[in-house]
């Protein structure tokens, strides 16, 4: 299942996807902030992409406890995200949209750590430079962005601790 606040954006996505795996995708337009219309404990994993660094903290903290809501017990969480962002225009001018917060790395970690507690990594970064020729005005899309994987607990000490054994990372549960 795909989301975004955007179904033209998600009927694009339908159209992109290669036809053997197209059937299996289904989409669901919402809006991150605010309740999601998705049922308790109903997903294995959340692949979150492009998405998180463009919300105030408070917001983060709401869309974080509806991410856990939705994630089953020992279910995987991927989260991307994007901080230190700088848009270059071809003339060398700084291009911003609205008011994004961009993050920096200090933030976003202290962001990323309340959400998946303190026996969790702090994910790993990566540079990344991406060209937007078509864009208006074009411009070069610089980042370091930080990359987590974590899974929810169950709330059992000895039940976490097999999910964490054999898992990896954890992921506190919010309440
Ligand atoms: C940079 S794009 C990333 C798209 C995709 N997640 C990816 O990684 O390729 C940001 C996307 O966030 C969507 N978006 C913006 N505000 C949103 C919101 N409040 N709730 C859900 N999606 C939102 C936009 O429609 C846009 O498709």
Not at 106 to 116: C, H, K
């Amino acid at each position: 299942m795909a989301s975004d606040i955007d179904a033209e954006a998600l009927s694009k996505l339908q159209r992109h996807t290669p036809k053997k795996y197209r059937d299996k995708l289904t989409t669901v337009a919402f809006n991150l902030n605010g309740d999601f219309p998705l049922k308790d404990g109903s997903f294995n994993g959340i692949f979150c992409t492009g998405i998180l660094h463009l919300f105030s903290r408070p917001v983060l903290e709401k869309i974080s406890k509806e991410m856990l809501r939705i994630l089953k017990p020992g279910g995987r969480l991927i989260l991307e995200f994007p901080t230190e962002i700088k848009r270059i225009g071809r003339d060398g001018s700084l291009i911003t949209f609205g008011d994004e917060p961009n993050y920096s790395i200090a933030d976003a970690r202290s962001y990323l750590q309340e959400l998946v507690g303190s026996s969790s990594t702090q994910g790993i970064i990566e540079e990344v430079v991406e060209d937007f020729p078509n864009a208006n005005p074009p411009f070069t899309f610089h980042s370091k962005i930080i990359l987590l994987e974590c899974f929810k607990t169950t709330g059992n000490e000895d039940k976490d601790r097999l999910i964490v054994t054999s898992m990896g990372k954890r992921t506190q549960v919010l309440t």
